[in-house]
């Protein structure tokens, strides 16, 4: 289903680290972009974060493209929920280095593959938006506005 014109609705099994493989499942799909959500399932059990991911490109005026991706997810188990609220006291997170690891080879790999096919690609710096776990709170319980926690949350 992944191959076919509508990916939507396939489910794909990706080799994460060590034990911690999950699966998503292709929630929205068009000719430039498709968005993975974490599922649990019987072969993977849980993924070991929880939201979504979209991945897209977007032709610029001078006839480049700019290839990107951009998500938000949770630790999906509650020690690891725990262990990631605790370090937001020191302003922190666990999944950083790891998640700017994956992201990062992303970004170099499609550079190498347009470089090495012809074309020309560089790796612009991830931006990273992390609200602050009060504002978040404050937000999920009713006491400030979505727009306080980014700019980019009113899209």
């Known amino acids: 289903m992944w191959n076919s014109s509508n990916p939507t609705g396939a489910v794909v099994s990706i ?7 999950g699966s998503v499942i292709t929630s929205y799909s068009s000719q430039d972009q498709w968005t993975f959500t974490t599922i649990y399932d019987p072969l993977n059990w849980e993924h070991p974060v929880s939201g979504n991911r979209d991945f897209n490109y ?14 938000v997810d949770r630790l999906t188990n509650g020690l690891g929920t725990l262990a990631e609220w605790m370090s937001n006291f020191t302003n922190t997170t666990i999944l950083s280095p790891f998640a700017h690891a994956l992201w990062g080879s992303f ?25 602050e776990w009060q504002d978040l709170l404050d ?4 006491e400030k506005p979505l727009s306080t926690l980014s700019s980019d949350c009113d899209d």
Do not use: C, L, M
């Open 139 to 142: 937000v999920i319980n009713g």
């Open 15 to 21: 080799d994460i680290w060590g034990p911690d493989n």
């Open 58 to 71: 977007v032709q610029n005026t001078n006839g480049s493209y700019t290839f990107y991706t951009r998500g």
């Open 107 to 131: 970004q170099n790999k499609i550079s190498s593959f347009v470089n090495e096919n012809g074309g020309s690609a560089t790796v612009v710096p991830a931006q990273t938006h992390r609200p």
